[in-house]
């Protein structure tokens, strides 16, 4: 780029070069944006399932069903079934057990946390790894089904037995051409920072149809 200035009556030809960024932080940028982007789309279609019937064993990436043992006559999810169904709807295979999901991609800080990501919790310690999850809907609170004979809900996320936080790797994103969720959604524009971290998360303000 060729720019020209006027000094002591004589013309001053200055070459200069466009504004650049390193190519790996474009690069690294594009990939947060896209992370964030999937988490929203995950953690949207779990609050589209909020009211659907816990069932031991049911659920999966297609949506609801019968579950097994205890689960058998319910038509729902379980935990892991409920996270597994909101991170395919972003076109992510997270895997269909707690401890699938555990291994599904990075470990992040809970100062760090964003939608979409998978919140876990260790609540029989005489079992290796976590046994529940839910996926984050704002910077307090997730989506979860509970246990049996209650429905999917939201619950806060901070407890004794929380045990960690994954983020989903994107081996399987593939773009959406429209929003994947009606009916209940997040609403609201209001924005929190969590101590720590520079990532501003959206959060609920109100769940309806």
């Not at 896209?34 to 399932?49: D, K, S, Y």
Request: charged letters at 20%; proline letters at 6%; hydrophobic letters at 40%.
């Amino acid at each position: 780029m060729k720019r020209m200035f006027i000094t002591s009556g004589a013309l001053l030809l200055v070459c200069t070069a466009p504004l650049s960024f390193p190519a790996q932080s474009q690069a690294a940028a594009r990939s947060q944006a896209a992370a964030l982007a999937r988490g929203e789309i995950a953690a949207q279609a779990a609050v589209r399932m909020i009211g659907t019937p816990y069932s031991w064993g049911g659920g999966g990436a297609t949506g609801p069903s019968f579950g097994m043992g205890r689960g058998a006559r319910t038509k729902g999810f379980d935990c892991a079934g409920l996270t597994e169904y909101a991170w395919a709807q972003a076109g992510v295979r997270i895997g269909s057990t707690t401890y699938q999901q555990w291994r599904a991609g990075a470990r992040v800080a809970r100062s760090r946390l964003q939608p979409g990501d998978l919140v876990f919790f260790e609540t029989n310690a005489r079992r290796e790894g976590p046994d529940h999850v839910g996926v984050a809907v704002d910077a307090d609170r997730m989506v979860v089904a509970p246990f049996t004979g209650t429905v999917v809900r939201v619950e806060r996320i901070d407890r004794k037995d929380l045990a960690g936080i994954v983020r989903p790797a994107a081996t399987e994103w593939r773009p959406r051409k429209a929003p994947l969720w009606r009916g209940k959604r997040l609403t609201g524009t209001g924005v929190r920072r969590e101590p720590g971290g520079d990532m501003k998360l959206p959060l609920i303000r109100s769940l309806g149809s």
